[in-house]
């Protein structure tokens, strides 16, 4: 086990990269999609850096709104300049007709920057619109009084007009209208109040959004007093009815209350417009906050501020304004800026604006749009200020919060941050006895294994430590750390057996709850075992099986040692564990089930041994998937009448039906059937053609088990037909067996034929001693027995009164065949006198050849050599016939007619004693070369294949030259 452990070390450490990568890819869906920085920069950049004043002018700036990179800004007076962002072209400067002493009171600007309402404190309403240089005064139409807020419509953005919006005014009426920039006379569609609050007091801060519900699409108003905040929910009305919103405002719902007055300073904030995120509502005695949840499905729940929070004044006393970004609040003093986070809600930032002695600011703007900016704003100047990552410590705070999966969201998927967060969040959960959740966590982290394996143990849980173990099983990949699988695994398997022990042990004392936990804790074993990263993990290491199997043993829990080994495959042990229960059917049906087939040889003797009859069949269920050579040895074994027929059937049906050819199986169903009572059996197999058996081993088996009849047969196969008819005779006394073995020969030799015959005649003579008994077998072999060859066989004196007739018959066949003979010799003499007369005439024989006539051969004058006349009438020169025929001749033949030219030669000039030499060597050239003509007789007949022209190029242009 320790060699195991330093295994796991060194894996572990080498793996540590590998670890953190995945922590990281575990996280990484739920990352924050903000940019990263380098340590360096978040560390030392502020979140909020004040940038150069941006405008210093003459004139008092009067008020400040800001949305979609425009900035407008309104003087004392009564000019407003509009300036857009990064296109300073487009600049331009409105001015307001008024009378002398008409102040603005509030501007409004849409999220989309192209629309602006101007409220004096006249009470008059003044309507820009993006491109257009005048401002329209649409009061007449309107009929608003002095408005203090303006809720605008998120939806249609991308139109000419606003759609439907609510303005709040001062007495507390909300007024819905829709304004068309299009033409400056009707530059109000409508104009309608839809909703007079009870408190006649100003609408400080109005708002509406859409939530859709399933098919159905709500509404929510939220509308801020100085005292309270009213909620308003439904569904907007049909266009026929005049108004959309009056339906909503019949009634109103949970309404928040404050119970100091105060200005009543209203922000909305969104994560990304335009969906809300929480709203800002300055009281009496600090800022309220809400978060805006819009995720209720129920259509009656009618509160969507939910958890809220209380930011009190700090020393810095009350604000003059709030706004909100994601992740702080922003608090404008007089002479100063301050930052609260919205997570732990501490103080994050300070800034002083100006001296306490300059003019005092009044105003904070967000650009919704672009809410990485805001400004400041006083009568003489604007400030803006760069919001700089402003989620850089919020995976902290979060953590610090214990919200930890926000924590993980903003952690930038940065391997390090999600290694703290993680560790932070294990070490939670484990203060808190949350073993569960403490074990998944830390099995993420990337905290030392040894460490957090001895906390569990500290615990004495034996839940939680499974709980962890598995945890960081989970974790792992069987393919990059196999030995730190297999140890988690091992480990894990030990707990469990011995908890399964110690319940094991007072099995029979346990009350039904404990009875509960011992079957529970064996399905959690089972379900362990069977996780596909533990069979995956385990299977390729067998030292790690064999030790799993073998603790298992020590333990004495054999069903999960049978089960484990079925899911590592290990079938031998299964089937070990079944032969020595004596489970045999079982073990069967193991190899049935897993068609195993070096398990079926090798156990496949017991089992027949002991359920012949089973294991016979499911051999014959695999057909040819098995070797049946394999199998003999455990037919071999068979001793018993009940396996003996078990394997005769066996070995029947691979001859018979798979068309087994091996001899040796032949062979050894031949020796069972030899075994067999019943000699049919083995008759009806050595008859059939397909059999491959080894005669000689076949003749021996059937010989010493007095197989008679069989050995008849086998002889006759081997072609020994005179053994088996000896063996017919002498040992089955059976003539007609004899018969039939000696008419199966009668394809052989003639002598043979008659000398089994002779065999069979002779035990005739000797066993019947009956005269018409011998005539009889001897009148149906009339065709190779005669009477003569059976007369040796009587005795000396007996009675020839029973044959004579057939001695008579005998004798006169013999001289029939007699006078045959004279007859054909005759005529054989006078053949033999007709051919002699022909021969002497032939020589004799002459012709008349004309002086004109040529070799046939060289196409010269015949008379000039010596030449050949063939009673064909070809004429060949001596010469030209030898060089034709000599090609033609074996290589003895060849040589033999070079020496009798070179004998010929020698002799021509010498005396005349020597002529008979040169007749004699003449004639033996004459046999050779000119026995018949080269152009009719067999010579032209062997060339009938022969080409008339060879490969040789030459020889055709020589012919071609001759003919053409």
């Known amino acids: 086990m320790s060699g195991l452990w330093s295994e796991y070390q060194a894996e572990e450490r080498s793996t540590e990269r590998f670890s953190r990568t995945t922590t990281t890819r575990q996280h990484s869906s739920k990352a924050s ?46 000019q407003i300049k509009r300036y857009y962002v990064g296109l300073p072209e487009l600049d331009d400067v409105l001015t307001i007709q008024r009378p002398v002493g008409d102040k603005i009171h509030e501007m409004f600007l849409d999220p989309t920057g192209k629309h602006l309402l101007v409220s004096m404190e006249s009470g008059e309403m003044f309507y820009g619109f993006t491109g257009k240089a005048t401002l329209v005064n649409v009061s007449k139409q309107i ?65 509406f959004f859409h939530e859709d519900l399933d098919a159905s699409k709500r509404t929510v108003v939220l509308v801020a007093t100085p005292t309270q905040i009213y909620q308003y929910f439904g569904q907007l009305g049909k266009p026929t009815e005049g108004t ?30 335009p969906q809300p995120a929480a709203l800002v509502w300055m009281t009496g005695v600090g800022v309220q906050y809400y978060k805006i949840s819009l995720s209720s499905r129920n259509f009656d729940d009618c509160d969507v501020l939910k958890e809220p929070q209380l930011a009190q004044f700090s020393q810095y006393g009350g604000p003059v304004a709030i706004a909100s970004t994601a992740f702080h609040l922003l608090l ?49 100047g604007v400030l803006r200020f760069r919001i700089s990552k402003e989620d850089r410590f919020a995976w902290r705070l979060y953590m610090e919060q214990r919200q930890f999966d926000q924590a993980e969201l903003y952690a930038g998927g940065d391997p390090d941050k999600l290694s703290e967060i993680t560790s932070e969040e294990a ?21 030392s294994f040894e460490e957090i394996a001895l906390r569990f143990i500290a615990t004495g849980d034996s839940e939680a430590l499974i709980g962890y173990l598995d945890a960081k099983l989970e974790s792992l990949r069987s393919g990059n ?89 290990d079938f031998e042990t299964v089937i070990c564990h079944h032969i020595h229960d004596q489970n045999y059917r079982a073990a069967l049906n193991t190899l049935r089930k897993r068609r195993c087939k070096e398990l079926f040889y090798k156990y496949t003797p017991v089992l027949m041994q002991y359920i012949p009859r089973d294991t016979v069949d499911v051999l014959e269920q695999f057909g040819t998937g098995l070797e049946p050579l394999k199998l003999l040895p455990s037919f071999i074994q068979c001793r018993g009448t009940d396996q003996r027929n078990q394997a005769l059937r066996y070995l029947q049906f691979v001859v018979f039906k798979t068309k087994c050819k091996d001899q040796a199986i032949h062979n050894f169903l031949l020796s069972l059937f030899v075994q067999h009572s019943d000699e049919t059996l083995l008759m009806d197999f050595l008859l059939k053609n397909d059999i491959n058996i080894d005669t000689s081993y076949a003749l021996r088996l059937c010989t010493e088990q007095g197989k008679w009849r069989a050995c008849c047969y086998i002889y006759r196969r081997m072609g020994l037909y005179e053994e088996a008819v000896h063996l017919a005779l002498t040992k089955l006394g059976d003539v007609k067996e004899a018969e039939g073995i000696a008419e199966s020969a009668e394809g052989g030799s003639e002598e043979v034929v008659k000398k089994l015959w002779l065999l069979i005649a002779r035990h005739v003579v000797d066993t019947k001693e009956d005269i018409k008994h011998v005539m009889e077998f001897v009148n149906r072999q009339d065709q190779v027995l005669k009477i ?177």
């Open 33 to 78: 999609l903000t940019s990263m920085m380098n340590p360096t920069e978040e560390n030392t950049k502020p979140i909020f850096q004040k940038e150069t004043p941006i405008f210093r002018e003459k004139s008092s700036f009067q008020k400040l709104v800001t949305a979609n990179n425009v900035l407008v800004i309104g003087l004392l007076s009564n």
């Open 143 to 207: 009929k608003c009084g002095v408005v203090d807020s303006v809720a605008w419509n998120t939806t249609g953005q991308n139109e000419i007009g606003t759609k439907e919006i609510l303005l709040g005014n001062s007495v507390g009426s909300i007024i819905e209208t829709k304004l068309n920039p299009s033409s400056d006379k009707q530059a109000v569609a409508y104009s309608k109040i839809v909703c007079s609050l009870e408190k006649p007091e100003s609408v400080t801060g109005l708002v």
């Open 244 to 273: 959309k919103f009056r339906s909503i405002f019949v009634d109103s719902y949970p309404e928040i209350k404050s119970n100091i007055e105060a200005t009543g300073l209203f922000h909305v904030s969104y994560s990304k417009y």
């Open 332 to 380: 404008l003093y007089e002479n100063g800026f301050e930052a609260r986070s919205l997570i732990n809600w501490k103080h994050v930032h300070y800034e002083t604006l100006g001296r306490s002695s300059e003019v005092p600011y009044s105003t904070i703007a967000i650009d919704l749009m672009n809410p990485n900016k805001f400004y400041c704003f006083c009568k003489t």
């Open 427 to 447: 070490d939670f959960y484990f203060e808190q006895g949350m073993f569960k959740e403490a074990a998944e966590t830390y099995a993420l982290s990337q905290r």
């Open 481 to 569: 750390s196999p030995t730190q699988v297999c140890m988690l695994v091992v480990w894990l398997v030990e707990i469990f057996l011995a908890s399964i022990s110690q319940l094991e042990k007072h099995e029979m004392e346990l009350s039904e709850s404990e009875e509960d936990t011992l079957n529970a804790r064996r399905a959690d074993l089972r379900n362990f075992l069977s996780r596909e990263q533990v069979v995956r993990g385990v299977k390729k290491h067998q030292p790690v099986v064999k030790m799993i199997q073998d603790m298992m043993s020590t333990y004495g829990n054999v069903r999960d040692l049978i089960f484990f080994a079925e899911l590592m495959e």
């Open 788 to 964: 003569e060859d059976i007369l040796p066989f009587f005795k000396d004196f007996f009675y020839i009164d029973d044959f004579k007739e057939a001695i008579c018959n005998s004798l006169e066949l013999y001289n029939s065949d007699i006078n045959r003979l004279s007859e054909d010799m005759r005529d054989a003499t006078e053949s033999a006198e007709r051919i002699h007369n022909d021969i002497a005439n032939l020589r004799r024989k002459t012709c008349m050849i004309e002086s004109s006539k040529t070799c046939v051969l060289c196409d010269g004058s015949l008379l000039v050599r010596s030449f050949y006349v063939f009673p064909c009438t070809h004429m060949f020169h001596t010469k030209c016939l030898v060089r034709e025929v000599i090609p033609h001749l074996s290589a003895h033949k060849a040589r033999e007619v070079q020496r009798l030219e070179n004998l010929m030669a020698n002799l021509r000039d010498e005396d005349r004693v020597r002529t008979d030499q040169y007749k004699s060597a003449k004639s033996q050239l004459d046999e050779i070369v000119a026995s018949e003509c080269i152009l009719c007789g067999e010579i032209i007949i062997q060339m009938i294949d022969k080409p008339f022209l060879t490969e040789d190029e030459s020889e055709f242009e020589r012919l071609k030259a001759e003919w053409l």
